[in-house]
Protein backbone atom coordinates (compact mmCIF):
# COMPACT_ATOMS: atom_id res chain seq x y z
CA UNK A 1 0.00 0.00 0.00
CA UNK A 2 1.44 3.10 -1.06
CA UNK A 3 0.89 6.36 1.21
CA UNK A 4 0.67 9.64 0.65
CA UNK A 5 3.86 11.52 -1.48
CA UNK A 6 4.78 14.86 -1.94
CA UNK A 7 7.31 16.32 -3.93
CA UNK A 8 9.91 18.56 -3.07
CA UNK A 9 10.42 17.41 0.60
CA UNK A 10 12.04 20.94 0.72
CA UNK A 11 12.27 23.87 -0.92
CA UNK A 12 14.32 27.67 -0.46
CA UNK A 13 13.20 30.74 -2.17
CA UNK A 14 13.57 33.98 -2.27
CA UNK A 15 11.23 36.44 -1.83
CA UNK A 16 8.83 37.24 -4.27
CA UNK A 17 9.50 34.13 -6.46
CA UNK A 18 6.58 31.38 -7.39
CA UNK A 19 7.23 27.68 -5.71
CA UNK A 20 4.92 24.85 -6.74
CA UNK A 21 4.44 21.90 -4.43
CA UNK A 22 2.64 18.02 -5.67
CA UNK A 23 1.04 15.75 -3.88
CA UNK A 24 -0.25 12.22 -4.75
CA UNK A 25 -2.79 10.52 -2.70
CA UNK A 26 -3.42 7.04 -1.78
CA UNK A 27 -4.49 5.91 -5.00
CA UNK A 28 -8.46 5.45 -4.83
CA UNK A 29 -8.94 8.17 -2.57
CA UNK A 30 -11.22 10.72 -3.93
CA UNK A 31 -10.62 13.33 -0.80
CA UNK A 32 -7.21 15.30 -0.78
CA UNK A 33 -6.44 17.55 1.83
CA UNK A 34 -3.68 20.55 2.36
CA UNK A 35 -2.72 21.75 5.59
CA UNK A 36 -0.20 24.18 6.64
CA UNK A 37 1.52 23.70 9.62
CA UNK A 38 4.13 26.59 11.38
CA UNK A 39 6.59 26.16 14.22
CA UNK A 40 5.05 25.10 17.22
CA UNK A 41 1.69 24.67 15.95
CA UNK A 42 -0.73 21.92 14.49
CA UNK A 43 -1.67 21.98 11.33
CA UNK A 44 -4.09 24.25 9.78
CA UNK A 45 -6.50 23.98 6.96
CA UNK A 46 -6.12 25.37 3.68
CA UNK A 47 -8.43 23.60 0.98
CA UNK A 48 -9.83 20.06 0.25
CA UNK A 49 -10.59 18.21 -3.34
CA UNK A 50 -12.85 15.99 -4.12
CA UNK A 51 -12.27 14.38 -6.97
CA UNK A 52 -11.32 17.36 -9.24
CA UNK A 53 -13.54 19.88 -7.69
CA UNK A 54 -12.44 22.57 -5.01
CA UNK A 55 -15.05 22.25 -2.61
CA UNK A 56 -13.55 24.50 0.45
CA UNK A 57 -10.86 26.90 1.11
CA UNK A 58 -9.93 28.46 4.15
CA UNK A 59 -9.68 32.03 4.73
CA UNK A 60 -5.48 31.27 5.19
CA UNK A 61 -5.98 30.49 1.62
CA UNK A 62 -4.75 34.17 0.54
CA UNK A 63 -4.82 35.31 -3.51
CA UNK A 64 -1.34 34.07 -3.95
CA UNK A 65 -2.21 30.89 -3.56
CA UNK A 66 -3.74 28.38 -5.74
CA UNK A 67 -4.53 24.52 -5.70
CA UNK A 68 -5.30 22.12 -8.06
CA UNK A 69 -6.21 18.45 -9.17
CA UNK A 70 -7.03 18.46 -12.39
CA UNK A 71 -7.93 14.45 -12.98
CA UNK A 72 -8.95 13.90 -9.60
CA UNK A 73 -5.41 12.40 -8.76
CA UNK A 74 -2.70 14.49 -8.08
CA UNK A 75 -2.49 17.86 -6.70
CA UNK A 76 -0.62 20.65 -7.13
CA UNK A 77 -0.49 23.90 -4.62
CA UNK A 78 1.48 27.34 -6.21
CA UNK A 79 2.39 29.99 -4.26
CA UNK A 80 3.09 33.35 -6.19
CA UNK A 81 5.11 36.24 -5.08
CA UNK A 82 5.96 34.58 -1.89
CA UNK A 83 6.60 36.03 1.25
CA UNK A 84 8.44 35.05 4.11
CA UNK A 85 5.50 34.34 6.27
CA UNK A 86 4.93 31.71 3.64
CA UNK A 87 7.82 30.04 5.27
CA UNK A 88 6.03 27.15 6.88
CA UNK A 89 5.86 22.57 6.17
CA UNK A 90 2.93 22.28 3.99
CA UNK A 91 1.18 19.06 4.48
CA UNK A 92 -0.89 16.92 1.88
CA UNK A 93 -3.65 14.57 3.14
CA UNK A 94 -5.93 12.21 1.60
CA UNK A 95 -9.06 9.99 2.99
CA UNK A 96 -11.11 7.75 0.84
CA UNK A 97 -14.16 10.01 2.04
CA UNK A 98 -16.04 12.55 4.09
CA UNK A 99 -15.95 11.20 7.58
CA UNK A 100 -13.08 9.16 7.15
CA UNK A 101 -9.52 9.26 8.51
CA UNK A 102 -6.98 11.71 6.63
CA UNK A 103 -3.70 9.96 5.91
CA UNK A 104 -0.58 12.47 6.04
CA UNK A 105 2.32 13.14 3.30
CA UNK A 106 5.65 13.78 4.83
CA UNK A 107 5.35 16.75 3.78
CA UNK A 108 6.91 20.02 2.17
CA UNK A 109 9.50 22.26 4.20
CA UNK A 110 9.21 26.05 2.68
CA UNK A 111 11.86 28.46 3.34
CA UNK A 112 11.43 32.39 1.92
CA UNK A 113 14.83 34.05 2.19
CA UNK B 1 -16.69 26.32 15.91
CA UNK B 2 -15.12 23.21 16.98
CA UNK B 3 -11.86 23.58 18.81
CA UNK B 4 -8.74 21.25 20.69
CA UNK B 5 -7.10 22.11 23.92
CA UNK B 6 -3.70 20.23 24.50
CA UNK B 7 -2.65 22.07 27.72
CA UNK B 8 0.61 20.35 28.02
CA UNK B 9 3.48 22.08 25.80
CA UNK B 10 6.08 19.47 26.77
CA UNK B 11 5.91 15.85 28.93
CA UNK B 12 9.10 14.45 29.82
CA UNK B 13 8.62 10.57 30.80
CA UNK B 14 11.42 8.02 31.89
CA UNK B 15 11.84 4.56 29.59
CA UNK B 16 9.38 2.32 30.80
CA UNK B 17 6.62 4.67 32.98
CA UNK B 18 3.21 5.35 31.89
CA UNK B 19 2.06 7.80 29.34
CA UNK B 20 -1.36 10.27 29.49
CA UNK B 21 -1.70 13.23 27.05
CA UNK B 22 -4.49 15.08 27.57
CA UNK B 23 -6.57 16.76 25.14
CA UNK B 24 -9.99 18.49 25.70
CA UNK B 25 -12.09 19.72 22.82
CA UNK B 26 -14.94 22.08 22.15
CA UNK B 27 -17.91 20.80 20.03
CA UNK B 28 -21.46 21.29 20.48
CA UNK B 29 -22.62 17.36 19.55
CA UNK B 30 -20.13 14.28 19.30
CA UNK B 31 -17.43 14.47 17.35
CA UNK B 32 -15.01 12.18 15.43
CA UNK B 33 -11.78 12.69 17.42
CA UNK B 34 -8.17 11.68 16.60
CA UNK B 35 -4.03 11.14 17.87
CA UNK B 36 -2.06 11.85 15.49
CA UNK B 37 2.11 11.40 15.95
CA UNK B 38 4.72 13.32 14.13
CA UNK B 39 8.31 12.69 13.93
CA UNK B 40 10.57 15.58 13.49
CA UNK B 41 10.50 17.03 10.04
CA UNK B 42 8.18 14.27 8.97
CA UNK B 43 4.44 14.27 8.43
CA UNK B 44 1.87 12.70 10.36
CA UNK B 45 0.96 9.36 11.13
CA UNK B 46 -2.55 8.52 12.84
CA UNK B 47 -2.34 6.44 15.85
CA UNK B 48 -5.95 6.25 16.41
CA UNK B 49 -9.60 7.37 16.19
CA UNK B 50 -12.89 7.34 17.36
CA UNK B 51 -16.16 7.64 15.47
CA UNK B 52 -18.45 6.24 18.19
CA UNK B 53 -19.47 2.85 20.17
CA UNK B 54 -16.75 2.25 22.38
CA UNK B 55 -15.45 4.86 24.50
CA UNK B 56 -12.11 3.13 24.75
CA UNK B 57 -10.32 3.09 21.47
CA UNK B 58 -7.06 0.95 20.84
CA UNK B 59 -4.32 2.20 17.96
CA UNK B 60 -1.59 1.41 16.55
CA UNK B 61 2.11 1.00 18.74
CA UNK B 62 0.64 0.05 22.00
CA UNK B 63 -1.62 3.22 22.29
CA UNK B 64 -5.19 3.51 23.65
CA UNK B 65 -7.64 6.73 24.15
CA UNK B 66 -10.57 7.01 25.94
CA UNK B 67 -13.53 9.39 25.15
CA UNK B 68 -15.55 11.32 28.06
CA UNK B 69 -18.08 13.17 26.80
CA UNK B 70 -19.26 14.73 30.51
CA UNK B 71 -15.40 16.47 30.02
CA UNK B 72 -15.17 16.64 26.72
CA UNK B 73 -11.75 15.01 26.61
CA UNK B 74 -9.61 12.11 24.50
CA UNK B 75 -6.99 11.40 26.25
CA UNK B 76 -4.23 9.42 24.90
CA UNK B 77 -2.46 6.71 26.99
CA UNK B 78 0.55 3.85 26.91
CA UNK B 79 0.93 1.48 29.57
CA UNK B 80 5.39 1.42 29.07
CA UNK B 81 6.63 4.14 27.16
CA UNK B 82 9.54 3.24 24.37
CA UNK B 83 12.30 6.10 23.84
CA UNK B 84 11.11 5.69 20.42
CA UNK B 85 7.63 7.20 21.36
CA UNK B 86 9.73 10.70 21.92
CA UNK B 87 7.89 12.73 19.16
CA UNK B 88 5.18 15.47 18.73
CA UNK B 89 1.58 14.18 19.51
CA UNK B 90 -1.35 16.38 17.80
CA UNK B 91 -5.12 15.64 19.04
CA UNK B 92 -8.01 16.92 16.43
CA UNK B 93 -11.39 16.90 16.09
CA UNK B 94 -13.83 16.62 13.10
CA UNK B 95 -17.30 17.01 12.83
CA UNK B 96 -19.76 13.98 11.68
CA UNK B 97 -18.86 13.15 7.82
CA UNK B 98 -16.38 16.13 7.95
CA UNK B 99 -14.38 17.53 5.20
CA UNK B 100 -11.84 19.47 7.53
CA UNK B 101 -9.43 18.58 10.88
CA UNK B 102 -8.96 21.43 13.75
CA UNK B 103 -5.56 20.55 15.45
CA UNK B 104 -4.61 20.93 18.99
CA UNK B 105 -0.71 23.01 19.00
CA UNK B 106 0.53 19.30 20.36
CA UNK B 107 2.38 17.86 23.05
CA UNK B 108 6.14 17.44 22.65
CA UNK B 109 7.19 13.74 24.41
CA UNK B 110 10.64 13.53 25.51
CA UNK B 111 11.94 10.24 27.12
CA UNK B 112 14.55 10.16 29.50
CA UNK B 113 16.81 7.03 30.43
Known amino acids: DTGVSQDPRHKITKRGQNVTFRCDPI?????LYWYRQTLGQGPEFLTYFQNEAQLEKSRLLSDRFSAERPKGSFSTLEIQRTEQGDSAMYLC???????????FGPGTRLLVL | AQSVTQPDIHITVSEGASLELRCNYS??????LFWYVQSPGQGLQLLLK??????LVQGIKGFEAEFKRSQSSFNLRKPSVHWSDAAEYFC???????????FGKGTMLLVSP
Open chain 2, 50 to 55: YFSGDT
Open chain 1, 27 to 31: SEHNR
Open chain 1, 93 to 103: ASSPGGGSAQY
Open chain 2, 27 to 32: YGATPY
Open chain 2, 92 to 102: AVGAPGYSTLT
